[in-house]
């Protein structure tokens, strides 16, 4: 959940207005802030290589007939140097706080304009109109790669690897480990950020981009819910469906792994009784696993089983909603919904937002099948 105060959670659940605005760094270095945003989005996916993307057009209103619109590599607007820090400003009544809904990095200017006029007898630009793209800063990790295979030192600490791998700001969210042994990364378009979604699930978790602009870990085990939208007449859900799906649902794991000397480890761990037996209505549904840190057959074993155990005691399935605009809602946050048929929380695996007052957001949930 972004940062706020009680205040604004209050001022959320009763009628509010809003305002968008953008702040322009150069590096660390705020070039401008405080600029209108209009015509926006901001698209959140949990699963997706890059957290955020979006779009919208930046209005500056010229102080000295300069032109905003960028040329190349030059400009205050170029998608070359400048990142944008995307402000969500609240009010009701007296009431106002802003809310920072993450830094983003331009990655193309689609349009400019510049407006003119004519001033003590002098054509000049009054304003400037840039139409731009943007993407969450693990953009930038992205980009980057390794220029040759990159070896690990053996016995190196996760949250450390990761650190040195994005060269971002890194907030540790889950108990750090150690690499049990050196892991060479690929030197191949966007291996970078391939090695630190692969190191986040080491540490049991999905690695994404907060507001603040720092790489976190969400973990895969739920946590109590942060906030509740909440149906009916004064409530903030108008909208919800649900999609229910087996396919995730496997009652055969196959695991295959190796160990230290790469030998081949193999194990299978099945459901044997009830509805979900592979012999029963339901079928066979196997899934196949491997991991790196499993080197014995032990090991191998408690895998499979542990894989198993969460497959058929839970089911996700996706909650479709649709509500009032919330700044606060991240992906990786756990919501409840309250006052539907049956209390309901999930994980935020999506979010849009746009200029509407309205926002769609995808809560998958678990469903209980043991």
Request: charged residues 25%.
């Amino acid at each position: 959940m972004r940062q706020h105060t009680n205040e604004l959670a209050d001022a959320l659940q009763g009628s509010f207005s809003r305002e968008v605005t953008v702040n322009v760094f150069h590096g660390t270095e705020r070039v401008a802030e405080g600029l209108r945003f209009v015509g926006w989005s901001l698209d959140a996916d949990f699963g997706a290589e890059i957290c955020y993307s979006g779009s919208g057009s930046i209005v500056v209103d010229s102080a000295a007939g300069e032109s905003w619109s960028p040329d190349g590599t030059r400009g205050l607007l170029s998608p070359f140097r400048a990142k944008i820090e995307i402000v969500m400003t609240v009010s009701a009544g007296d009431f106002e706080e802003r809310v920072s809904l993450g830094m983003m990095r331009l990655v193309r200017a689609p349009s400019m304009r510049d407006y003119t006029a004519t001033v003590n007898g002098v054509e000049q630009v009054v304003a400037s109109h840039a139409q731009v793209v943007f993407l969450s800063e693990d953009e930038t990790v992205r980009r980057a790669g390794f220029r040759f295979p990159s070896t690990s030192p053996s016995g190196a600490s996760v949250w450390g690897e990761i650190r040195r791998l994005s060269r971002m700001p890194v907030e540790e969210t889950v108990p750090d480990t150690s690499l049990s042994s050196a892991v060479t990364w690929e030197a191949a378009q966007g291996s970078r950020l391939k090695a630190v979604h692969e190191l986040g699930k080491r540490l049991g978790g999905t690695v994404v981009v907060n507001s603040r602009g720092a790489l976190v870990i969400v973990p895969d085990e739920y946590g109590e819910p942060v906030g509740a939208l909440k149906l009916g007449q004064q409530g903030t859900v108008t909208e919800i469906d649900a999609d229910v799906d087996t396919d995730g649902v496997y009652n055969v794991v196959v695991g295959m792994f190796e160990d230290d000397n790469r030998n081949p480890i193999f194990s299978v761990a099945t459901v044997d009784t009830g509805d979900l037996a592979p012999g029963g209505l339901y079928g066979e549904n196997v899934r196949y696993y491997s991991s790196d840190f499993v080197k014995t057959q032990l090991q191998a074993d408690r895998a499979v089983r542990a894989v198993l155990a969460e497959s058929i005691s839970t089911q996700m399935y996706d909650l479709q909603v649709q509500c009032h605009i919330n700044p606060l809602v991240e992906i990786g946050d756990v919501w409840a919904v309250e006052g539907w048929v049956r209390p309901v929380e999930g994980r935020v695996v999506k979010v849009s937002m746009s200029d509407s007052e309205l926002m769609n957001v995808t809560l998958r949930v678990k469903r209980n099948l043991a």
